[in-house]
Antibody, heavy 121, light 110 residues
Framework: QVQLVQSGAEVKKPGASVKVSCKAS????????LSWVRQAPGQGLEWMGW????????IYAQRFQGRVTMTTDTSTRTAYMELRSLRSDDTAVYYC??????????????WGQGTLVTVSS | QSVLTQPPSVSAAPGQKVTISCSGS????????VSWYQQLPGTAPKVLIY???KRPSGIPDRFSGSKSGTSATLDITGLQTGDEADYYC???????????FGGGTKLTVL
């Protein structure tokens, strides 16, 4: 079945970087866009951006531009999201999600299980 | 502050119907398709509705979506205790060139 499996929880100090991975299976990896969405504790979903696996084109949410990099490795069917200069308010669960669509609209399906990133001194 | 506005919480008794609203603008809901996501406690979100009113296979027809102008609605009928979750609407915002989510609505089945 179509599945996204993410890397494990991370604990980082303020100012450090974190790189979260998302391994895809069950579908043609290069055909789709992969997005990253985060959720701070007790808060809602926040879209961070996405990457086209086909041509590596990226769109980042404005608030993360300059601090985030999304990449893919087609040989291992894995997407990566690196966030730099971490602050305490970056503490959140980070999800990857495949952008799926038809002739009308797009939506996210499936989602990875989430990776908790804790930023603490 | 989310670009799409949802009520923070809704509640109803088992078997009843609940409606969750999602209000936006012409740059998002007004000109793009809306999807809805269910997030059960401690789990990742899951798509419930896409293209405003379509259900993925496996989603019961108790869940339905609609859109009118710059607002969208998720209806859940025959409420079950297992429906207790957070629900999010989402769509593309053409002015922001960004995907936007509503702030989420917590459903309590009394």
């Amino acid at each position: 079945q179509v599945q996204l499996v993410q890397s494990g929880a991370e604990v980082k100090k303020p100012g450090a970087s974190v790189k979260v991975s998302c391994k895809a299976s069950g579908y043609s990896f290069s055909t789709y866009v992969l997005s990253w969405v985060r959720q701070a504790p007790g808060q809602g979903l926040e879209w961070m951006g996405w990457i086209s696996v086909y041509n590596d084109n990226t769109i980042y949410a404005q608030r993360f531009q300059g601090r985030v990099t999304m990449t893919t490795d087609t040989s291992t069917r894995t997407a990566y999201m690196e966030l730099r200069s971490l602050r305490s308010d970056d503490t959140a669960v980070y999800y990857c999600a495949r952008l799926y669509g038809d002739s009308e609209g797009d939506w996210f399906d499936p989602w990875g299980q989430g990776t908790l990133v804790t930023v603490s001194s | 502050q989310s670009v799409l506005t949802q009520p923070p919480s809704v509640s109803a008794a088992p078997g009843q119907k609940v409606t969750i609203s999602c209000s936006g603008s012409s740059s998002n809901i007004g000109n793009n398709y809306v999807s809805w996501y269910q997030q059960l406690p401690g789990t990742a979100p899951k798509v419930l509705i896409y293209d405003n009113n379509k259900r993925p296979s496996g989603i019961p027809d108790r869940f339905s979506g609609s859109k009118s102008g710059t607002s969208a609605t998720l209806d859940i009928t025959g409420l079950q205790t297992g429906d207790e979750a957070d629900y999010y609407c989402g769509t593309w915002d053409s002015s922001l060139s960004a995907w936007v989510f509503g702030g989420g609505t917590k459903l309590t089945v009394l």
